[in-house]
């Protein structure tokens, strides 16, 4: 009984972690995402799962639970961006996690990103390395989230760099008072957007211990489908890019020429060749030499 109670009041004394989870349609997977989060070493956190306009069961599945820090709440659909911020105004946490509905957590997730904070004052947010998998099949191949360098790779695409916001754990208070939230004109370039201007707020680091995060790859994913809305995501995210002024003076040329550039050949991809053209032109008054080098080795 006394090691009941000194369990107890450890819980009691660890800071609350928000686990904001936005779901459209994911009934299916939300089960195995929430026993990953479930089983985890840490116990003193709440799971806000967002119900954004879902017409597959998933209040009834959420009922199947009856864990209470498991807490509920339905919108109309507004998108996945609306359903995170919807979900960090309703959480009640030190720290926050906007965690998607068909990732998983390993063992030690929530520990190790949640000492790390304790530990080290400075650094706003923190996040791991990552497996993608697909079914029962792990692929081993090295993924992880931003560095501190963080700006840089997801501008220029780092091939081992993935943005996936259920890799993060942020100080609320950071989110807060830096008014912080996911774009609601964006959805699957959202989180490349959010990580820039946490970055440009705050420091971040990386953990390379326990605590990896499950990323699933799913075929029904927008950003595994070259799609016109796919192509019209990332314009607008460059947009927005621009328009907000994220960008670093030292990075901006490339980095712009670099955004031109592909969306020329996604627009020719989808036989808009009016755009495609128009991003070409801005592309090659960025970088004429770097433009002609692209297209000699297509």
Same mark, same amino acid.
């Given at each position: 009984?006394?090691?009941?109670?000194?369990?107890?009041?450890?819980?009691?004394?660890?800071?609350?972690?928000?686990?904001?989870?936005?779901?459209?349609?994911?009934?299916?997977?939300?089960?195995?995402?929430?026993?990953?989060?479930?089983?985890?070493?840490?116990?003193?956190?709440?799971?806000?799962?967002?119900?954004?306009?879902?017409?597959?069961?998933?209040?009834?599945?959420?009922?199947?639970?009856?864990?209470?820090?498991?807490?509920?709440?339905?919108?109309?659909?507004?998108?996945?961006?609306?359903?995170?911020?919807?979900?960090?105004?309703?959480?009640?946490?030190?720290?926050?996690?906007?965690?998607?509905?068909?990732?998983?957590?390993?063992?030690?997730?929530?520990?190790?990103?949640?000492?790390?904070?304790?530990?080290?004052?400075?650094?706003?947010?923190?996040?791991?390395?990552?497996?993608?998998?697909?079914?029962?099949?792990?692929?081993?191949?090295? &993924?992880?989230?931003?560095?501190?360098?963080?700006?840089?790779?997801?501008? &220029?695409?780092?091939?081992?760099?993935?943005?996936?916001?259920? *890799?993060?754990?942020?100080?609320?208070?950071?989110?807060?008072?830096? *008014?912080?939230?996911?774009?609601? *004109?964006?959805?699957?370039?959202?989180?490349?957007?959010?990580?820039?201007?946490?970055?440009?707020?705050?420091?971040?680091?990386?953990?390379?211990?326990?605590?990896?995060?499950?990323?699933?790859?799913?075929?029904?994913?927008?950003?595994?489908?070259?799609?016109?809305?796919?192509?019209?995501?990332?314009?607008?995210?460059?947009?927005?890019?621009?328009?907000?002024?994220?960008?670093?003076?030292?990075?901006?040329?490339?980095?712009?020429?670099?955004? *031109?550039?592909?969306?020329?050949?996604?627009?020719?991809?989808?036989?808009?060749?009016?755009?495609?053209?128009?991003?070409?032109?801005?592309?090659?008054?960025?970088?004429?030499?770097?433009?002609?080098?692209?297209?000699?080795?297509?």
């Amino acid at each position: 009984m006394q090691n009941f109670f000194r369990g107890l009041q450890q819980v009691m004394e660890q800071p609350l972690i928000s686990i904001v989870i936005p779901c459209y349609n994911g009934s299916a997977l939300i089960g195995e995402t929430l026993g990953s989060i479930l089983s985890q070493d840490l116990h003193n956190f709440e799971i806000i799962v967002v119900d954004d306009g879902s017409s597959d069961g998933l209040k009834e599945k959420l009922q199947t639970f009856s864990d209470e820090r498991i807490k509920y709440i339905h919108q109309d659909n507004q998108g996945v961006s609306a359903a995170r911020n919807t979900g960090l105004s309703a959480s009640m946490g030190e720290y926050v996690i906007f965690f998607d509905a068909d990732d998983k957590m390993t063992p030690g997730f929530l520990e190790i990103r949640m000492n790390t904070l304790k530990q080290n004052n400075i650094i706003q947010f923190i996040c791991g390395e990552v497996l993608k998998f697909t079914g029962n099949a792990i692929d081993n191949t090295y &993924f992880r989230g931003t560095s501190p360098d963080a700006i840089r790779e997801i501008l &220029f695409y780092d091939k081992d760099v993935t943005t996936c916001p259920s *890799n993060y754990m942020f100080r609320k208070e950071f989110l807060l008072k830096n *008014n912080l939230r996911f774009n609601r *004109n964006l959805s699957s370039t959202a989180d490349k957007l959010f990580l820039i201007e946490c970055s440009l707020k705050g420091k971040s680091d990386i953990v390379k211990e326990k605590g990896k995060l499950l990323y699933r790859v799913s075929g029904q994913s927008m950003s595994h489908h070259f799609t016109e809305k796919l192509v019209r995501d990332n314009e607008e995210y460059y947009t927005q890019l621009q328009k907000k002024n994220l960008v670093p003076e030292e990075l901006k040329k490339q980095s712009m020429f670099l955004g *031109n550039f592909m969306l020329s050949g996604s627009y020719s991809k989808l036989g808009k060749y009016g755009k495609a053209m128009s991003y070409a032109a801005k592309a090659f008054a960025l970088r004429p030499a770097g433009f002609i080098q692209k297209i000699l080795h297509k």
